[in-house]
């Protein structure tokens, strides 16, 4: 069995940073590549970063947050993070982490094997 729980959602004024993790149990942690996704009322859920497995040297980002969201993973306590900074109103969204077994994250939600229950981020202006 391989859980996922997100944390460290909340509210903020636009222009400040949160950051999310993703505790993930079970031991294949190490060789799943992970993303984070979300999902604002009334849109279909968005791929926001990805990162590869293991040493996770491989990161990619949405246009949309390029510059401003950090993805890692600390393999020893089997977490990935989503660092937010110089956060928008339209970055509110529930924030979902995702495992794929696979060596590359990619941005098409249908292709991750598990999923975490979310964590509601609110950017106020």
């Known amino acids: 069995q391989v859980q996922l729980v997100e944390s460290g959602g909340g509210l903020v004024q636009a222009g400040g940073s949160l950051r999310l993790s993703c505790a993930v149990s079970?031991?294949?942690?190490?060789?799943?590549?992970m993303g984070w996704f979300r999902q604002a009322p009334g849109k279909e859920r968005e791929f926001v970063a990805g990162i590869s497995w293991s040493g996770g040297r491989i990161t990619s980002y949405a246009d949309s947050v390029k510059g401003r969201f950090t993805i890692s993973r600390d393999n020893a306590k089997n977490t990935v993070y989503l660092q937010m900074e110089s956060l928008k109103p339209e970055d509110t969204a529930v924030y979902y982490c995702?495992?794929?077994?696979?060596?590359?994250?990619?941005?098409?939600?249908?292709?991750?094997?598990?999923w975490g229950q979310g964590t509601q981020v609110t950017v106020s202006s």
């Open positions: 995702a495992g794929r077994r696979s060596y590359v994250a990619v941005a098409v939600a249908n292709e991750y094997d598990y």
């Open positions: 079970g031991r294949t942690f190490s060789t799943c590549a």
